[in-house]
């Protein structure tokens, strides 16, 4: 047995996956760690998944419903998709074949925001959590759960669900231990105080989280790596965009509407989002900070080169070179990076408190400034919204970046009407394309338009958004044209989509 399980009661219940996994019965709600790609079991989801597809050989019935931090990976969302047996999936994932489970109706996927996961768990709307599995980097001596590389929604899961399996991970670095600062105040009661963190720095909670040794079923020993993706080398529109945000920064600098350091930074996942991060590497500000969901490689090149002070995040999701880099100087960290639970690193009280300039990626967004970030023509889910509402809807800022085209030009991500609406005009300040940037604070929707077309759209698309405002304008005259809109056409470049492949009318 490994000296990372140093708590005597557990030394009794170290088993293999597979023995873990017998232990798990068909329909049971299942608490995963797990936060874009770090921190998720390695072990037991794909025992777990041998178990359903073995009983559904035998034609038995065996579903489970998995609820995480948000995405993780093909060794746990994927693996359990594949056997069709994940009847329930909640909040954020990003797999392709758990997608395309969602996407034929095979899985029930409640797409919430991620600060809302512990309280509507809370309440009990989604039953009662049978078992938590919930990887660890190791169990002190007292029997506390020393974290791994994402926080997400554990602490909740080792409170409420009824057993706990835990994967002791020495693939994770002992030096973690001190990184992680778990809060325990956020029980649903009458009077609730106030989150005490006014900046990023700031320390609230405990190294660990606390468990019931009674309820701990199961140990389980790995040393798998996280399975992060290596982020796309990056490209010209990446770069564009990157560098209109910087200008917007100067500008609201110059203003003296942002100090010098700027206000802390969240940024969403992806490549653009780390476009953004390398373009700070050279723009001119220092001691920056950072209240954001995750961590990914830009931030800890900006936090080695003394540009960012502090980033605090509740995980990491890094590029396999980096989380070898993180995994050897782990310790060099420590008072720089924090990792929480996502219903502090996203609450809506301390993003506003803190004036977060929140930047997040989109699918599309409309005329007016509507934003769509999670389905494909309206139906199809991509994602989910993670944390951009979160932080959309109570940042400072609240900005959506984009390419202005996706599928080699047949697809305008402006459009009139978005096909879904994640997050709405009012939550919408700043809009980016590698066109240009659309600032849409203090202006009216029908204000909006040209901003968001001349600025934002591709010039492919510009002349037929203009002809769609014109004609919306005229058919609105006499209903209201506080928003004009022509009903008949708002989704006919989405219909166009569908039917030939293009949104052109007429393609080259
Ligand atoms: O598809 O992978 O098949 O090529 O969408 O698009 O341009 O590479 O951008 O990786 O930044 O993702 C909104 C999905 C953008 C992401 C979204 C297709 C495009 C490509 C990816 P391919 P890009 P990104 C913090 C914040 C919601 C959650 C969030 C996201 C793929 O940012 O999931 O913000 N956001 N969380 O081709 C059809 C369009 C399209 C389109 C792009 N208009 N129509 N396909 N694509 N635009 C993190 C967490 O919450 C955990």
Redesign the pocket.
Known sequence: MSARIAHPAFASKVMSAEDAAALIPPGASIGFSG??GSGYPKEIPGALAKRIKAAHERGEEFTIKAFTG??TAPELDGVLADTGGMAFRTP?Q?DPHLRAKINDGTTNYCDIH?SHLQKLINMGFFGKMDFAVIEATAITEHGEIIPSSSVGNNRTYLDIAEKVIIEVNSWQADDLYGLHDIYYGMDIKPRREPIPISSPGDIIGRPTFKVDPSKVVAIVETDDPDRNTPF?PLDDDSRAIAAHLLDFFDMEVKAGRMPPTLWPL????????NAVLAGLMDAPYEHMTSY???IQDGMVQLIDAGKIDVASAT?F?LSPDMAHHMNDHARDYHGKIILRPQDVSNHPEVIRRQFVIAT?????ADIYGNV???H??GTKM???????GD?ARNAGYSIF???SL??GGD???I?PMVSHT?HTEHDVMVIITEQGLADLRGLAPRQRVNVVIDNCAHPDYREALHEYYDRALKVSQGRGIHTPHDLGQAFSWHQRFLETGSMKEFKA
């Open positions: 936060f874009t948000a995405s954020y990003s991620l796309k969240q940024s969403g996942v992806g490549n653009i989002a954001t969901e995750v995980a999701s997040n990626g989109m699918i599309e769509n970030s999670t494909i023509m991509m994602n989910g919204v993670g944390g951009s932080f970046v984009s390419p996706a599928k697809i305008s991500a459009v994640d």
